[in-house]
């Protein structure tokens, strides 16, 4: 078992258990269905990485053939038009001079654009397959938005329009714990893109995900902070020691 790279199979289990955990205690919310997503989201996700670690054999037999076709270009045009018919003259002229390195530097800017084809088509797979995890993301805070810590409060009072809050100080710590583990997952996720395709853009695609993630579970643990504050009984108030003289009181 290898810890340097992540294990598909460990983070599709640990997005099950989590889909089982939010059934257990939130059967019918909309985290429930959410965690339900990310599952089959994690499947997805790992059959597309999968998909993207092997060369794309038909693209790179496509690439060959199209150089292979240029160089017999070149090598006919040249048989047609042989170089010691021309004069020397027009050799040495700076025309043909300048024509001769147009063709040159046009002919490596197409080997180059064609031995970086595949890279691109796969970065396009990445860019997709990161816009599912992104929008899940703001779907998974969107869940959590109305969970706030202030209705636990003795002076807070709800309104014709406030949302319904049915949870307890346990029960709303735990569903936004649940959140954070939920964007945890999805970063997992991210990452995993970067691990099949070692790209510099598909790495910074990668942690703008990361970061967007991180920056939303940090929200929410600062709700479970409160929530923890608003739980816990106060402390006992002691009264100040009288100092002790050699006279009685």
Known sequence: MSFRRLDPAHILATARRLEQRA???????????????????TETTIAETAALIPPIWWLRLLIAAVVLAGAALFLSVGS??????IGR???RSVEGVEAAINTLVLAGLGLTALVRL?????????????????????????HQLTKDPVTLTVDYAPTA????????????????????????????????????VPDDRV??????????GSNLSRKIWQKI????????????SRSPRRKKTGTPD
């Open 118 to 142: 595949e890279a691109r088509v796969k970065r396009q797979r990445v860019a997709l397959g990161l816009h599912g995890l992104r929008s899940i993301i703001h779907v998974i805070d969107m």
């Open 23 to 41: 059934a257990r205690r939130f059967a019918g919310r909309g985290l429930h269905k959410v965690s339900t997503e990310i599952v089959a989201l």
């Open 161 to 196: 329009v406030s949302p319904e809050r049915g949870l307890s100080a346990a029960e709303l710590a735990r569903y936004l714990d649940y959140c954070s583990e939920l964007l945890a997952i999805t970063g997992k996720l991210a990452a995993l893109y970067a691990q099949a």
């Open 203 to 212: 790495a910074q695609a990668v942690n703008d995900i990361e970061m967007l």
């Open 89 to 91: 003259d027009s050799i």
């Open 225 to 236: 902070m409160m929530i923890e504050t608003l739980s816990s009984p106060p402390a006992p």
């Open 80 to 85: 047609v038009i042989p170089l010691n018919q």
